[in-house]
């Protein structure tokens, strides 16, 4: 066994980390300034450009991507920089090219995409041209069981006519997200796990309708786009457009979710330390009662109790990233299904306590805190409330093989 | 022992439930369109006027206040209709001219006001005439030890002038805010608790300004007023301003403490009722996996411990009461505490339950639920974060007589 | 509402308290002494029978028992004795003759028996005479579903005839236990809660075989008459044995759980009380890093949270026992289940803290708290696991008619 | 980074978990037999004699010492080694002489004996011939604090004398434990972690008195020799006793912790390990209310955190273990106080509810559950109360260097 990381991971590490504290930690203010002078715009503002600018010039671009395209990362390689990006969750995984959903359409376009696909699509998110967003969740059905989707993609001719209503498409309320990648059913009729399709559909085909931005607690996260209603009216697009094949939609989300995963909750952990660090200046710097905090029993339980959190989860993470290395993410379910569930509820909780140490600043916009918060209670939703997963990792774990 | 109210009381209880049903629930929506249509309004918007005139028409007016200026009801008694009130927190309190700090500033003219202050503020305030904001926190001191107020209150001939910083002065962003009690200190040598006072500041006293409103999860609370940041640079007001006296600022704080405590668990436990009614109806009609979330082991148990947590908080809360209408708020200390401590952490569990049921669609603005647990957030940081609290009571248990 | 007792209460009260402090508690130690003094013994030891001589003699003497029998309180003017018992669970209950099974056995007799059964059996045992079990639980099915149990009760001529194998027959050891209460099938055919017969089994009975005794986390639970499992061997009895008739053993089962929650509740209660009594003495006298840990803050959260855990948990079960006097058991059944999910579970947590505080002291039998744990910790099993309930109550609460 | 085990530490795991489940599981019914034949009797039985010869023959033995004495194995090998034995942890441990406190024992003489303690103490302990016990913990002081430690050794020429009063002496009832290590106060006039020193108190030695056998919930551990309370009246040894060197004990005790601390977090993770596999096994095979349990969700729930807790702990001890490896005790202080705290606490959680599952036979000693509950529990305390080390690991938290 060997905890550490190699030297290129340990030297990535150094310079992602130099870059979040250096430029996007401080870049937070100048964003809050620039989205209160700009109410309505959900393009990007001008200071997420300047720092996507540098970062590419320092050569911290696409370090999500596996092979050639990309930084040539393994997931245990990749998992300690998203961390370091979730210290400053608005502002440094896009500077990077590496925020959600783009890492994951990319991803797909990488492993499913045609070339064609690719030259059109693939690369100019590559290039940072252009953003996209991905259009699963539907306002009327549970998806978190995939069977219930509504949206139907038919084929006509040369065609595929989309008709269905998506919501939460993270991003879409960016007009610069110019493309959607959309799940939908091709065959009702298939067995379970073959009836879904993915297809790209660019944003200005006609019959894509933006309904509205939806808000994730009071928050309309403008700043990477927001997430959008959206209706697919009878949008027809050529059958060049469906990803890898019929019925391979199911697979597609499924080999999707790995990575993203890992990203998810290296950034929650990277947000975790975050928090601890504002906490322990507080606690250091605030007298209450005649001591400071920081010599207040529960404020040393709270640290501590967060520090065990954050020390055991990460490196669940990490094996889990080491398993999908090495053996492949089938073979890692029970680790992605774990963290999936282990990793946004303990974040949460080291971010309600350190929103208790804040008091009512915490819940404030003058700490990250209350909006870090809104982030990972959401990620216990996102892709299936974490008691679908709770329940299916206690299924396999009730049959598995033991001597 | 006696556990059931009495029939005034549950009169009142029938009455105010179908209000809150019929009128407030209803114009909830309608709320939510009247402020998407008018940014940057902060006065009452037009629905919250019809209800209130509807409120009054009906008798449903200052229900919380004892004594013959109000309703004349216990603690005991206004309590289950405060919970009432929590169903629809936005629109219900005030539509009853029930809502914080509202109350706490009534309660405050009417046990310690002069005839003249009577006249001149709480007599408006009942008629609901002008609105009311209550100025204690600071930004820059751990206000839940009250020795750390910052803002000084000099004596100047016949006038006071008050200098010091105040935030989350809840409601003070409403222009019809006309009047602003606040907390300062008045002699930093007096003992420990006679130290402060509490002083009447109009509004559009020169001096006065405010700074900024302040968010809480990302909700700027329009609906009643926002938080607001205001500084208080060289305020000068007439002697006849002050409250009570010289070194009455703590020990009037903890009289107001001890109704507005009872009233905001109630709200919250009310909220909670809410959001059981809200999952009830979701996990019958929603099916998941081939069934109804409400055929799912985790959703019972979810159900029956919101049901445990709510039936026996409800209890404490209006032991509590019936302690302050029984022996006083004084010999009422240990109850007032637990209740502070145990109901605000347990309707935030039960929203985040909720909202973990609904989905994407329960943190966003298409139920109630998230802006419902900020509000219970908060509250466990109101008057003091919970561990402060939570000491204290461990404390004075430690030294309790036993047998 | 009326949260006080009444006067007749306040006296029992008072003196069931004294006689615990002052006799008790203090022949705790003598018990002790006289147990391990004869190993293999599992009749009272003698300290037993002299509190049950005294407390006799001061007329605190089958005070469970409602009507002209027993003492004549209600369920909720019990509950507060069956509090104070709880704080010396080994001698308290047993010396007022209201120890667990008897008294659940006294009250099927009372409220079911025939006069003959009456006559032979229920005068003797509130004469403190005899004692006796209740023969339920089974080894190999899971009996909190009561058509699981495969004991069968089978009609021959003027004789039935009982045949099965029982467990957890609480005070079977004790050989001075004389009857039986077994529940057995009589109907495999009837509808699912008619399938129950009980029938009185005198202990001398042939056929009838004592196998062992059962631990409970390494205690035998000697001093009152430990659990036994039990063999019935074509056990032959009267006909006139059966209680009620054919198929109501279910009833009689549902209608005897009520007070007995009520009465394990109450006296969890009184062992967390007494916990807590135990916490402040040691807390005060005992010093660690140089200050008392009564001024170590986990140590007063600890002892607050449990207060606040006691003083609402207190009120859900006197408000269920109030229900039970006034609207019946069956409209009380979602508070029945309440408390007995809450309570034990609370007053294990509040005894594992008390534990904690006393260090290796805490584990051992030096103090009453790891035993007092592994009767709280079992009774979170007795009559059905926990989840049971949990989930009963959920499914209950889900289809509740609301507003 | 590299998650897996070297070559020969998944050998060993394949031989010891081989034994474990074909030998030692197998006899853990033969011992209570022979414990319950047996009563009083405190050495061992005569199966654990024919366990421990058949591990010696296989070579399967002193696998915890690290160097030329033991197996050579560092902390990160011989920790999957020690999981294994927690799965029958009243008699793998001791089949493979890697029993506490003899382990401790052993690598406080290998590190700091002298050639003559080591050839009269070690090697006898190393063969398997002689017992031992560590004395350190005392019932009139919080020990936690080693400066409370009231014990004297006090030189007297070539002799040291001792006096004082031990208790929790594991294994001390064994009168096969021929050698005690003992802590006491040499200068209470030192620096605080230099008052205490070490020596080796022969059982023999005049003065030496066994009071007691303490027990622990219900349990005496008799089946590895119990937990004794000593007296140490005017003990005198040869200094030539004495480990290390006056005021040497602090460090010692520090030094003997880490791997003491690898060693309990590896087998409380093994009884969590077999707790589970009886738990799906019961599972699997128990129907209630229709269905197995396996299929019922709350089951579920439990098994999925509890594998969840299992897989991230395991990797949090392994972790320590490797940075005791490559970095030392001392900089591995933080993962040691971690592990202190989250492991045994977690696996009492997990036992809890496997105990839940199992219902009534959980908490009896047909199944091991209860047994090893109170092992896990006692483990919260051993060495310290997991608070005193929660409050240090967050005062440390609080002061660490930041970027």
């Not at 309708?209 to 607690?217: D, E, Q």
């Not at 990803?243 to 391979?248: H, L, M, Q, R, S």
């Not at 680790?335 to 949460?348: G, H, L, T, W």
């Amino acid at each position: 066994m060997e905890f550490s990381h190699d030297q290129r991971t340990l030297d990535l590490i150094d310079r992602v980390e130099a870059f979040v504290h250096e430029r996007a930690i401080l870049a937070e203010r100048v964003l809050d300034e620039q989205l209160a002078a700009t109410p309505g715009e959900w393009s990007f503002r001008p200071v997420v450009g300047e720092l996507r600018d540098a970062a590419r010039a320092e050569g911290l671009w696409n370090l999500f991507l596996p092979g050639e395209r990309g930084a040539g990362l393994t997931n245990v390689q990749y998992a300690p920089l998203a961390e370091r990006t979730g210290w400053s969750p608005r502002l440094a995984p896009v500077a990077f090219n590496c925020a959600a959903p783009d890492t994951g359409n990319m991803e797909v376009l990488a492993d499913f995409g045609t070339p064609d696909q690719q030259a059109e699509w693939l690369e100019p998110l590559l290039a940072g041209d252009i953003r996209s967003s991905f259009c699963m969740t539907e306002p009327d059905v549970a998806s978190s069981d995939a069977t219930n989707i509504a949206t139907r993609i038919r084929r006509d001719g040369d065609s595929y006519v989309i008709t269905g209503r998506k919501w939460w498409s993270t991003g879409a309320m960016n007009p610069d997200a110019a493309i959607f990648i959309v799940m939908g059913q091709t065959d009702p009729d298939a067995e379970r796990h073959r009836q879904q399709s993915m297809i790209l559909v660019p944003r200005d085909t006609p019959g894509v309708r933006i309904i509205r931005p939806l808000t994730v607690f009071g928050y309309d996260d403008r700043d990477h786009g927001g997430h959008a209603e959206i209706a697919f009216d009878d949008v027809r697009v050529p059958a060049a457009n469906l990803i890898a094949g019929e019925g391979e939609g199911f697979a597609i989300a499924q080999a999707r979710l790995g990575p993203g995963r890992i990203h998810h909750c290296m950034r929650a952990i990277g947000m975790a330390e975050r928090a601890l660090s504002l906490v322990q200046e507080r606690a250091n710097a605030r007298v209450a009662f005649g001591r400071p905090l920081a010599e207040q029993g529960v404020v040393r339980e709270w640290v501590a109790e967060s520090r065990i959190q954050v020390e055991s989860l990460r490196l669940l993470v990490l094996k889990t990233a080491w398993l999908m290395d090495t053996v492949g993410n089938r073979r890692a379910m029970t680790e992605i299904q774990a963290i999936k569930i282990a990793v946004p509820r303990a974040v949460q909780q080291i971010l309600d306590r350190a929103i208790q140490l804040f008091g009512a600043a915490g819940v404030s916009g003058d700490q990250p805190l209350a909006e870090m918060f809104a982030g990972a209670r959401s990620l216990r939703l996102a892709d299936g409330p974490d008691e679908v997963h709770l329940n299916a990792l206690g299924r396999a774990e009730l049959k598995a093989p033991r001597r």
